[in-house]
Structures are given as structure tokens and as C-alpha cells.
């Protein structure tokens, strides 16, 4: 280091330096005579101060503009494109997803009776649309009684997404048999809507990270393999950014033991509280992730402008 980059100090003085930062956690070496190597936690340090420095080359966003047909409208083919584009530029995997609607949630719900023991129940979610459920009640209850079942349960659930609905449930503090059943069948209904929308995988870059030096045993290159084919990348998603901020997952900060060999560099693009995808990256820990994070960044901002110019169109309705 001393000799090679100039920077004017001892190796002793570096010496020091990489005891302190092993100390620290921030590199860890295999045994004493071993170089250092960047521990998560280093990279992590690395990502939060110098995860901005790094301004992409014109030629890549002129790239990005060639490989990416507007006039095409076609979202499933600006996935592809990109992922093919992103895995160029980082030499790595990219994975790109097709855009699926906002996450469903909730705005009030109406019951409504309609003889003896059954009811109907209403939900009208955010973005307008009407579902409808036939709940079987204990009793046969007047309709003053739904009205004000009803109103207690807006009271609570306005704006929430499944998630949440669940969480409230399991938390029990809904109260009265009436009141647990419609919010059970509103959990359903939403539950529902969310499995219709699916979003389309594109991966391209396999080979760029296969051919890298952690993956150049045959058991590393399977297990980047089982994870693609278990969708345990695609899973990693499910917990989106805010869009335009990109997300950077290191190793051992997965939730996902199957991802932990590896780092994963993403962001959500598309219409504010509409229909968004997902544009990212995975390669071993040690990748480039300023050029990963602004390539993704830069991504996720041109598929967004794609977006939401198309999005008043009927197909996202």
C-alpha cells in the first residue's frame, strides 16, 4: 500500500491502522501474516460515506436511452432491457421486475344486511375499486348494529394495507365477534387482490458473476444457482424502498441465510402509490457498489419516467 498508492505515510503507520480497523470489526484477516479483508460491517461503513461519490459516465446513460424503447410501451420489454444494460455495466447479475399495482389497502368498509344471519360486506379500497363478501353472522343482527360495526372498524383500519391488517388482528384489541369477523373477511378480500398481481422476473448477468474468484468452485456456483431458482432474490424485494432510494443489503444483513454470501443492491421505480418494479444487482461482497448503487439509481429513475408517463393508460387500471 505504502509503495503502490503514495500515501506518504509508514507501513508501520499502516500497520497500526489495519489493527485498529480489525479491532474495530471493520476487516478481518485469516491469520496473522494474512492481508485484511473488508468484514460487512467495513463495507457497510464504506456504502454510508462514499455510496454518493461516484457520478456515472455519459456514454452509460446514453446506453440506457439506446436499449430502452419509449415508443415501444411495453413494460415487460423496459425489464429486460434494463437488466441487460445493468448487468453490463456492474458485470454482475441484474435482476429487473415487471411493474404490478401499489400495494392494496383499504379505505372503509360498508355492511349491509341481508337476511337472518348474513350480511353483505363491502370494502372500497384506495385506488377506488369495490370487492364484495357475504359474512355469516351469529345472529340475526339489525342494521343500525352493522352501521355501527362498520364505523367502528373505519375507525381503526382506514388506509391500512394487509400487513397491517394482520397485525391488527393479532394484536386482539378489535374487540366483539362482529367487528373480528369483517375484519377477518377484509383481510381475505385484500389478501386476495394482491395475489392477482404478480410482477415477471428478467435476470441477466449470471455468467459476470459466475466468473468472478468466489464462485469459481463448483459448490458456490450451485448455490448462486439454488438461490435464483428458489426465489429468494425476488423475495428479498418484497420489503421495497421508497422509490428512488436505492437499498443496499450486505451479506450477513439479510434476513434470507440463502443470500448471506452475497450483496444486493436494488430500488423501486414507478408511479408514486401506483403500479412500481423493482431494478437491482447481486454479486459477492467485495462488488463495486458505487458504481452499483448509481447505476441502479440512474435505472430506477429512467424506468420510473417510462412509468408514469403510461400510467393513466387503461392496462394499469
Given at each position: 500500500?505504502?509503495?503502490?498508492?503514495?500515501?506518504?505515510?509508514?507501513?508501520?503507520?499502516?500497520?497500526?491502522?489495519?489493527?485498529?480497523?480489525?479491532?474495530?470489526?471493520?476487516?478481518?484477516?485469516?491469520?496473522?501474516?494474512?492481508?485484511?479483508?473488508?468484514?460487512?460491517?467495513?463495507?457497510?461503513?464504506?456504502?454510508?460515506?462514499?455510496?454518493?461519490?461516484?457520478?456515472?459516465?455519459?456514454?452509460?446513460?446514453?446506453?440506457?436511452?439506446?436499449?430502452?424503447?419509449?415508443?415501444?410501451?411495453?413494460?415487460?420489454?423496459?425489464?429486460?432491457?434494463?437488466?441487460?444494460?445493468?448487468?453490463?455495466?456492474?458485470?454482475?447479475?441484474?435482476?429487473?421486475?415487471?411493474?404490478?399495482?401499489?400495494?392494496?389497502?383499504?379505505?372503509?368498509?360498508?355492511?349491509v344486511h341481508l337476511h337472518d344471519r348474513e350480511a353483505l360486506l363491502v370494502v372500497v379500497m384506495q385506488?377506488?375499486?369495490?370487492?364484495?363478501?357475504?359474512?355469516?353472522?351469529?345472529?340475526?343482527?339489525?342494521?343500525?348494529?352493522?352501521?355501527?360495526?362498520?364505523?367502528?372498524?373505519?375507525?381503526?383500519?382506514?388506509?391500512?394495507?394487509?400487513?397491517?391488517?394482520?397485525?391488527?388482528?393479532?394484536?386482539?384489541?378489535?374487540?366483539?365477534?362482529?367487528?373480528?369477523?369483517?375484519?377477518?373477511?377484509?383481510?381475505?378480500?385484500?389478501?386476495?387482490?394482491?395475489?392477482?398481481?404478480?410482477?415477471?422476473?428478467?435476470?441477466?448477468?449470471?455468467?459476470?458473476?459466475?466468473?468472478?474468484?468466489?464462485?469459481?468452485?463448483?459448490?458456490?456456483?450451485?448455490?448462486?444457482?439454488?438461490?435464483?431458482?428458489?426465489?429468494?432474490?425476488t423475495r428479498i424485494f418484497d420489503d421495497s424502498p421508497r422509490p428512488a432510494e436505492v437499498r443496499v443489503v450486505i451479506g450477513q444483513e439479510s434476513h434470507d441465510e440463502h443470500l448471506r454470501p452475497y450483496?444486493?443492491?436494488?430500488?423501486?421505480?414507478?408511479?408514486?402509490?401506483?403500479?412500481?418494479?423493482?431494478?437491482?444487482?447481486?454479486?459477492?461482497?467485495?462488488?463495486?457498489?458505487?458504481?452499483?448503487?448509481?447505476?441502479?439509481?440512474?435505472?430506477?429513475?429512467?424506468?420510473?419516467?417510462?412509468?408514469?408517463?403510461?400510467?393513466?393508460?387503461?392496462?394499469?387500471?
Open positions: 500500500l505504502a509503495r503502490r498508492y503514495e500515501l506518504r505515510v509508514s507501513p508501520a503507520t499502516i500497520r497500526n491502522d489495519m489493527a485498529e480497523l480489525e479491532e474495530m470489526g471493520y476487516i478481518s484477516r485469516p491469520h496473522t501474516s494474512a492481508g485484511g479483508v473488508p468484514s460487512d460491517p467495513g463495507y457497510r461503513f464504506y456504502v454510508e460515506r462514499a455510496g454518493q461519490r461516484n457520478r456515472l459516465p455519459r456514454h452509460f446513460q446514453e446506453r440506457v436511452r439506446d436499449a430502452i424503447d419509449f415508443d415501444e410501451a411495453d413494460p415487460a420489454a423496459w425489464a429486460r432491457s434494463a437488466a441487460r444494460v445493468l448487468a453490463s455495466a456492474v458485470h454482475n447479475l441484474a435482476i429487473a421486475t415487471t411493474v404490478k399495482r401499489a400495494i392494496a389497502r383499504v379505505k372503509q368498509v360498508q355492511i385506488d377506488a375499486q369495490l370487492r364484495q363478501r357475504i359474512i355469516h353472522l351469529g345472529s340475526d343482527t339489525p342494521q343500525d348494529e352493522l352501521t355501527q360495526v362498520a364505523n367502528r372498524l373505519n375507525q381503526l383500519i382506514g388506509g391500512m394495507s394487509t400487513a397491517e391488517l394482520r397485525t391488527l388482528w393479532d394484536s386482539g384489541a378489535v374487540g366483539g365477534h362482529l367487528v373480528t369477523t369483517a375484519l377477518t373477511e377484509t383481510i381475505r378480500i385484500l389478501s386476495d387482490e394482491e395475489r392477482k398481481e404478480t410482477r415477471e422476473r428478467y435476470l441477466n448477468g449470471l455468467g459476470h458473476m459466475l466468473s468472478q474468484p468466489e464462485f469459481q468452485s463448483g459448490k458456490s456456483a450451485q448455490d448462486a444457482a439454488e438461490v435464483l431458482d428458489d426465489d429468494s432474490i450483496s444486493v443492491v436494488y430500488a423501486t421505480y414507478g408511479a408514486p402509490d401506483g403500479a412500481t418494479g423493482v431494478i437491482g444487482t447481486m454479486g459477492p461482497t467485495r462488488m463495486d457498489y458505487t458504481r452499483s448503487m448509481s447505476s441502479v439509481r440512474y435505472l430506477a429513475a429512467f424506468l420510473s419516467e417510462l412509468v408514469q408517463a403510461l400510467e393513466p393508460s387503461p392496462q394499469w387500471q
